[in-house]
């Protein structure tokens, strides 16, 4: 080989190495993981072999970026409506994936988002709300990309704090795997636990929204400091983001809801709520995402017609990218800086 060429290939060999342990382009593992997690693991109910599976490949991806990875089973139940209106408690077997990136003081951040669609609730959702058919892209496959995205992001960075990226089963039964998380710590993992940030429903919704904590903001406002920082930070690289403007007094200003974050606030630990959605239509609340006329009621919620692939990327072209890299920016930065490491 020429002393030229020699040289040429041993510096493409070295580029190959440092391209494995560099993270992508913001937003490419997100966008891709968004979409695949939708596409591969549909259906993927609390309880079910779907749920396991997509459990299992959220723990292989980790392991492939070098964490440690656990996988954490866990029997819950909740309350199924039958079609005569009775009321039965059934039991549910699912499972936390936690993912965690050691740091250097005993103090940890989670990075989290629930893996599980929507399971029908009672006999008159079947068919309709969530099933077997529901590829839930916004609700949580946008999530769990992202939650990946971060996890790539983040895996050579140094940080003073320990960082768990945790998937969360079963959140659609009643934040099951959140309760079930927090229902293990110790007081003094509790204490040691500095934020949470939840990433749940990211693509429907017309706007970025960073939220705290009703319950911790209300006891203390320095609870607001990672939803601030998100806020900052977002202003800072031009990318349009907001918190709950608070036009429904059951949804105070600045917080958010409905999503594995509250098991965490109601145990005083300090929350980020990531969403996409539109607190200013609808009953104010949260629940109505956006006004695009293609989004019947404006809602994608649980509706396996509506929250897929294919119709999500019609009505919106190029929104999963923009969500996956815009979201992708923000959270980087800001969970590095929350873990107390050097942002580039
Ligand atoms: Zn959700």
Aim: with cysteine; glycine share 10%; net charge neutral.
């Amino acid at each position: 080989m020429p002393r030229n060429l020699f040289k040429l290939s041993a510096f493409a060999i070295a580029l190959g190495f440092a391209a494995v342990a560099q993270a992508a382009p913001h937003g490419e593992v997100a966008a891709r993981e968004m979409v695949h997690v939708a596409t591969a693991f549909k259906g993927r109910m609390a309880g079910t072999a779907q749920e396991k599976a997509v459990a299992d490949y959220l723990a292989g991806k980790f392991r492939a970026m070098g964490y440690q990875v656990v996988e954490q089973p866990f029997t819950s139940s909740f309350e199924y409506e039958k079609a005569d209106k009775q009321k039965e408690k059934r039991e549910v077997k699912s499972l936390n994936v936690i993912a965690t990136k050691p740091g250097q003081d005993d103090k940890v951040v989670i990075v989290g988002a629930h893996f599980d669609s929507r399971t029908p609730k009672k006999d008159g959702d079947i068919g309709k709300i969530g099933g077997p058919g529901l590829e839930g892209l916004d609700d949580n496959a946008s999530g769990v990309g992202m939650l990946l995205e971060l996890a790539d992001q983040l895996k050579s960075v140094k940080t003073k704090h320990t960082i768990k990226f945790v998937g969360f089963g079963a959140e659609e039964l009643g934040l099951l795997g959140a309760k079930d998380y927090v229902a293990r710590m110790t007081d003094t993992e509790r204490s040691q636990l500095i934020a949470m940030v939840n990433m749940d429903s990211l693509i429907t919704g017309d706007k970025m929204y960073f939220h705290a904590g009703k319950n911790t903001v209300a006891k203390d406002a320095k609870a607001g400091h990672a939803r601030d920082r998100a806020l900052a930070i977002a202003k800072k690289l031009g990318v349009a983001a907001g918190t709950n403007p608070g036009l429904n007094k059951e949804y105070p200003k600045g917080t958010g809801c409905c999503s594995d974050q509250e098991a965490f606030d109601e145990a005083g630990v300090p929350v980020l709520a990531v969403e996409a959605t539109n607190w200013e239509i609808g009953d104010k609340d949260g629940y109505e995402q956006t006004t695009n006329k293609a989004i019947k009621d404006g809602m994608s919620w649980h509706r396996p017609d509506v929250d897929n692939v294919a119709n999500l990327k019609r009505v919106f072209p190029n929104r999963v990218e923009e969500r996956a890299r815009d979201f992708s920016r923000v959270l980087t930065p800001l969970v590095i800086e929350l873990a107390g490491g050097k942002v580039k």
